[in-house]
């Protein structure tokens, strides 16, 4: 499974655009990005998956460029309650037996008034 | 309402003791998990069962042990062998063969070993 790098920490302002960036240098072609969302005490939550270009949802969007072995998670005009650590994961879809998540350390992303 | 309980939220034990973690769902998911998080860190993979009767050891699973006995159910025993069991246990469920990498966590459980 390939590893990723993100930033430890991300301060930002309400309304603000965040872009939170995340490193896949040895991505393999099967792979997919999958973002989750963690709150203090609680279990993570999906946010976004995609393989390649731009994916747009209700809460973000993902940029990946085209040799992928970087990608973009972009949260629009931030509130407090984004406050939040953020993992990038990267892996195969899970069909088989030995499909696993690895979960980095995260971006702690921070919002302030 | 589908989703994934575990209980109970918080838990303590004196060190030596073995204890149970329960993790239930009712989204008829396949796969299960459990991760260990420690403070400031990511989550670790324990065990995971990807059907039932049949479960295979993650990252960390020296001093734990599990069953799958039911799809619904996937119990956790912490066991005296685990040198620092104090941590955040979470959860999860998925079904393998959807399009997204989706885990459905629980809400965790907090234990904490005196």
């Known amino acids: 499974l390939a590893k990723t790098t993100q930033p430890i920490s991300m301060d930002s302002y309400e309304g603000q655009e965040v872009n939170i960036t995340c490193s896949h240098n040895n991505i393999a072609t099967n792979d997919y990005i999958t973002w989750y969302q963690q709150f203090p005490s609680q279990g993570p939550r999906f946010i976004i998956q995609g393989y390649k270009t731009k994916v747009t949802n209700e809460v973000a969007s993902l940029f990946i460029p085209a040799d992928r072995k970087s990608s973009t998670l972009s949260l629009p005009r931030v509130s407090l309650s984004d406050t939040a650590v953020y993992y990038c994961l990267v892996g195969d879809l899970p069909m088989d037996s030995s499909y696993k998540l690895i979960f980095g350390s995260g971006t702690r992303l921070l919002v302030r008034p | 309402d589908g989703g994934i309980t575990q209980s109970p939220k918080y838990l303590f034990r004196k060190e030596g003791q073995n204890v149970t973690l329960s993790c239930e769902q009712n989204l008829n998911h396949d796969a299960m998990y459990w991760y260990r998080q420690d403070p400031g860190q990511g989550l670790r993979l324990i065990y995971y069962?990807?059907?039932?009767?049949?479960?295979q050891k993650g990252d960390i699973a020296e001093g734990y042990s599990v069953s799958r006995e039911k799809k619904e159910s996937f119990p956790l025993t912490v066991t005296s062998a685990q040198k620092n069991p104090t941590a955040f246990y979470l959860c999860?469920?998925?079904?393998?063969?959807?399009?997204?990498?989706?885990?459905?966590f629980g809400p965790g459980t907090r234990l904490t070993v005196l």
């Open positions: 999860a469920s998925s079904s393998p063969g959807d399009w997204y990498n989706e885990q459905f």
């Open positions: 069962s990807q059907i039932v009767n049949d479960f």
